[in-house]
């Protein structure tokens, strides 16, 4: 008999390098959260490098053979970040006086499109869990707005080190429903 798999991110051999994504984002984050001296400058410019990163990973899980269902989201996803973060690299001053802006955009994109998967998940078991991710990226994209829009940089930076470790644990969460599924025969 053969094990049934259902999930909506389809399965992938290269869902490791969606864990590393996501285990190089906690670290930053950590790193961010302990070291907040360090500079927001160097913040926004590490978030642009991992964005770089996660948009190169999204397109080429996208177009692989074995691609996930809901693959247009992938490629746009991927082209957001990608964009983002080469804008958050090519100039610090820039980074410096939007990062709070491209934060939010990212966040509330990833919010809406967890919510959109949770509902195409619904009949199935711990759908629910991908609607409550994308609540609280939707809440992490707002506040994120909310912090750009005042120019708190200590609220910015409390922020950006926790979107780093949740947004890493997300990913890697999502990596291991991407890992296949050995045949029971």
């Given at each position: 008999?053969k ?17 590393l ?15 907040p001296?360090?500079?927001y ?10 964005l770089i ?5 999204q397109l080429?899980v996208?177009?692989g ?6 693959w247009g ?17 090519r ?5 410096e ?6 934060l939010?955009?990212?966040f509330?994109?990833w ?5 959109t ?13 991908h609607l409550?991710?994308?609540?609280l ?5 707002f506040f ?13 930076s ?6 780093f470790?949740?947004?890493?644990f997300?990913?890697a969460?999502?990596?291991y429903?991407m ?5 029971i025969?």
């Amino acid at each position: 008999m053969k094990a049934l798999n259902i999930n909506f991110m389809g399965q992938s051999k290269y869902w490791w390098v969606m864990l590393l994504v996501g285990i190089l984002l906690v670290l930053g984050g950590f790193a961010y959260w302990f070291w907040p001296a360090a500079g927001y400058a160097v913040a926004s410019q590490l978030f642009g490098w991992l964005l770089i990163l996660a948009g190169v990973v999204q397109l080429c899980v996208s177009a692989g053979e074995n691609r996930p269902q809901g693959w247009g989201w992938w490629i746009v996803g991927g082209v957001i970040d990608i964009f983002i973060g080469f804008m958050l690299v090519r100039s610090v001053i820039l980074s410096e006086a939007v990062f709070p802006y491209f934060l939010s955009i990212i966040f509330i994109f990833w919010g809406i499109s967890a919510i959109t998967s949770s509902v195409a998940v619904r009949g199935y078991r711990y759908w629910w869990l991908h609607l409550i991710n994308g609540v609280l990226l939707l809440i992490i994209g707002f506040f994120f707005l909310e912090a750009g829009y005042v120019q708190n940089m200590i609220m910015v930076s409390f922020l950006t080190a926790v979107s780093f470790i949740y947004w890493g644990f997300s990913i890697a969460m999502t990596a291991y429903d991407m890992k296949p599924v050995k045949e029971i025969e």
